[in-house]
């Protein structure tokens, strides 16, 4: 058994406190936040169940967390006043600090400021 799955692998939760499996081991039952979204379903208060752990060179070990199905909760449905909150602060993350237009996309935060902003500031600059 290699070192990392070995460090991966505690079904009893002596060594983490909860269970531990190596990536793409959990037992049956077990979901992800994402797993249980999909399924229209919230993790409602569970406790988590049991993680998976993977080894990556680049960012040592990564763990994802996995609440059981049975627990789980429907989802919560929208309402109008949650919809009309989405929707303004949607409409934040598309209006333009610098000329206040409503681009239609998502602004980079990188930047700050839409394309048209960056292009004026890049002739300028030239």
């Given at each position: 058994?290699?070192?990392?799955?070995?460090?991966?692998?505690?079904?009893?939760?002596?060594?983490?406190?909860?269970?531990?499996?190596?990536?793409?081991?959990?037992?049956?039952?077990?979901?992800?936040?994402?797993?249980?979204?999909?399924?229209?379903?919230?993790?409602?208060?569970?406790?988590?169940?049991?993680?998976?752990?993977?080894?990556?060179?680049?960012?040592?070990?990564?763990?994802?967390?996995?609440?059981?199905?049975?627990?789980?909760?429907?989802?919560?449905?929208?309402?109008?006043?949650?919809?009309?909150?989405?929707?303004?602060?949607?409409?934040?993350?598309r209006t333009c600090p610098r000329c206040e237009?409503?681009?239609?996309?998502?602004?980079?935060?990188?930047?700050?400021?839409?394309?048209?902003?960056?292009?004026?500031?890049?002739?300028?600059?030239?």
């Amino acid at each position: 058994m290699p070192t990392a799955y070995a460090k991966c692998y505690d079904p009893t939760g002596a060594r983490y406190g909860i269970p531990t499996y190596p990536w793409h081991m959990a037992p049956d039952g077990l979901f992800t936040r994402r797993q249980l979204r999909a399924k229209g379903l919230r993790p409602g208060g569970q406790p988590i169940a049991a993680q998976v752990m993977r080894y990556n060179r680049h960012h040592g070990f990564r763990v994802a967390y996995f609440y059981r199905e049975d627990l789980a909760k429907p989802v919560r449905p929208m309402t109008s006043r949650k919809w009309g909150a989405l929707a303004l602060a949607m409409l934040a993350r598309r209006t333009c600090p610098r000329c206040e237009l409503d681009v239609g996309y998502c602004i980079p935060r990188s930047y700050g400021i839409c394309g048209l902003c960056i292009a004026a500031e890049e002739q300028r600059a030239a």
